[in-house]
C-alpha cells in the first residue's frame, strides 16, 4: 500500500496564479484532512471531508476550496495565489483517531 | 477551541540523557496524538492515546485525562532521535487536529 500520497512535492506559483493539490490514499478512509505548516504557527487545519462528495471548513480556509468526488482522493484549491499562501501542505486520512500524513507539499508563493 | 502547549519549545541534550517533552490541552478530548517530524520531512505518528500509558521501544508516551496533560519520554537518547515533536489532540467530532506548535529537540553525541 502506497498509504497517503501528494502530488506535487514542490511548487512555486507566481501571485494570482492558480493550481491545485492533489491528495489521494488507499486505506479506504472516509476522513480526509488538508493542513498547512508554518514556522512558528504550527500545522492548522484548511478544510476537512467526512466522505465522499462532503466537505467542511477548518480554522483557515480563506482563499482555499477543496473537492471530494472520489473517496480515495481529496483536492486542495488555490484559485489566486497569495504570498501569504507559502507553506508546506500536508494532507492527512483517517479511519477515525488515527491519522496517516502525506509526505507534504512545499508552495511558494512570489 | 482547544489551547495546546507544549513545554519545552527547544531542547538540547547529550546522548543517553533521559527526555521528557509536556503537551497540556485546555477542552477535553476523545484522543492525543504524539507525532514525529525530521528536518524537511514528512509527519509519522508515533503514538495514539486516549488513556493510560503506552511505549514503543525507548519511547514512552502517557496522559492524565482529569488534569488534562500528556508527555512523552525518551530513554537512553540517541543523535538520531533529534526531530520535531508535536502534540496534537483530538475532540469527539469528525474535525481534524489541533496541534502544539512542537518541541525541537537535539541529542549532540
Known amino acids: 500500500n502506497a498509504g497517503v500520497t501528494q502530488t506535487p512535492k514542490f511548487r512555486v506559483l507566481k501571485t494570482g496564479q492558480s493550481m491545485t493539490l492533489l491528495c489521494a490514499q488507499d486505506?479506504?478512509?472516509?476522513?480526509m484532512y488538508w493542513y498547512r505548516q508554518d514556522p512558528g504557527m504550527g500545522l492548522r487545519l484548511i478544510h476537512y471531508?467526512?466522505?465522499?462528495?462532503?466537505?467542511a471548513k477548518g480554522e483557515v480556509p480563506d482563499g482555499y476550496n477543496v473537492s471530494r468526488l472520489k473517496k480515495q482522493n481529496f483536492l486542495l484549491g488555490l484559485e489566486s495565489a497569495a504570498p501569504s499562501q507559502t507553506s508546506v501542505y500536508f494532507c492527512?486520512?483517517?479511519?477515525?483517531?488515527?491519522?496517516?500524513f502525506g509526505p507534504g507539499t512545499r508552495l511558494t508563493v512570489t | 477551541k482547544n489551547e495546546v502547549e507544549q513545554s519545552p519549545q527547544n531542547l538540547t541534550a547529550q546522548e543517553g540523557e533521559f527526555i521528557t517533552i509536556n503537551c497540556s490541552y485546555s477542552?477535553?478530548?476523545?484522543?492525543l496524538h504524539w507525532l514525529q517530524q525530521h528536518p524537511g520531512g514528512g509527519i509519522v505518528s508515533l503514538f495514539m492515546?486516549?488513556?493510560g500509558k503506552k511505549k514503543h521501544g525507548r519511547l514512552i508516551a502517557t496522559i492524565n485525562i482529569q488534569e488534562k496533560h500528556s508527555s512523552l519520554h525518551i530513554t537512553a537518547s540517541h543523535p538520531r532521535d533529534s526531530a520535531v515533536y508535536i502534540c496534537?489532540?483530538?475532540?469527539?467530532?469528525?474535525?481534524?487536529?489541533?496541534f502544539g506548535k512542537g518541541t525541537h529537540l537535539i541529542i549532540q553525541p
Open positions: 492515546l486516549s488513556s
Open positions: 471531508s467526512v466522505g465522499e462528495g462532503t466537505t
Open positions: 492527512a486520512s483517517s479511519g477515525y483517531y488515527e491519522q496517516y
Open positions: 477542552v477535553g478530548i476523545s484522543a
Open positions: 486505506m479506504n478512509h472516509e476522513y
Open positions: 496534537a489532540v483530538k475532540g469527539g467530532g469528525a474535525d481534524g487536529l489541533t
